[in-house]
């Protein structure tokens, strides 16, 4: 079974400055998807980015990148020129590219509080 | 389009009373789930649906009923609520990868239940 890990339940950064949310996975695939969602305090769950695995192009979605290290089962996050709306819990997920059913299914890790201060 | 939705947004109950949460989306996606998120546990899969009359359990299932009769909806049933079932539920939906390469999934605005 895949394993999601996020070993900072806190963190904290600037307004303006950059932050990086670390994440690491466990998984016998070689194929997946890796995904960072944002949950403000409005409760909803936000897409921010995602990743496939076979790709090593790193993804980019404006201020928000990742460094995926698929040797390492590594996928941080990082947010550039942090906002005062960026703050939130940001969680790390995996999913499988099989397509058996129930496949799709989300493996979250524990996520990760971010605090921006002015 | 409402994409998903969840009713009701909160709900405050006594221990051993029944419920149900309901789920809808107007996408139709095949799969559908229903997660629960605590505090510092993040969101792990309670059951979830692959398709009308199919489900099936996910990571913590006990004390959870589903049935999916219609693609749309997707309820989830506490039998006999219990503290323990204190949480917030999250129901997304998606297109299964078998029938629609994209892995996006879309979720309900969540349900924070009480269970006194």
């Known amino acids: 079974a895949q394993t999601v890990t996020q070993s900072q339940p806190e963190m904290s950064v600037q307004e303006a400055e950059t932050v990086t949310l670390s994440c690491t996975y466990d998984t016998s695939e070689s194929d997946y998807y890796l995904f960072w969602y944002k949950q403000p305090p409005s409760r909803q769950m936000i897409l921010v980015i995602r990743q496939e695995a076979y790709k090593q192009q790193n993804a980019t979605e404006n201020r928000f990148s990742v460094n995926f290290q698929k040797a390492a089962k590594s996928f941080s996050l990082k947010i550039s020129d942090s906002q005062l709306g960026d703050a939130a819990m940001y969680f790390c997920a995996y999913r499988s590219v099989l397509t058996q059913g129930g496949s799709e299914k989300l493996v979250f890790g524990k996520g990760t509080k971010l605090t921006v201060n002015p | 389009n409402a994409g998903v939705t969840q009713t009701p947004k909160f709900q405050v109950l006594k221990t051993g009373q029944s419920m149900t949460l309901q789920c809808a989306q107007d996408m139709n996606h095949e799969y559908m789930s229903w997660y629960r998120q605590d505090p510092g546990m993040g969101l792990r899969l309670i059951h979830y649906?692959?398709?009308?009359?199919?489900?099936d359990q996910g990571e913590v299932p006990n004390g959870y009923n589903v049935s999916r009769s219609t693609t749309e909806d997707f309820p989830l049933r506490l039998l006999s609520a219990a503290p323990s079932q204190t949480s917030v539920y999250f129901c997304?939906?998606?297109?299964?990868?078998?029938?629609?390469?994209?892995?996006?999934?879309?979720f309900g605005p969540g349900t924070r239940l009480t269970v006194l």
């Open positions: 997304a939906s998606s297109y299964l990868a078998r029938t629609r390469s994209t892995d996006t999934q879309y």
């Open positions: 649906s692959v398709g009308a009359g199919i489900t």
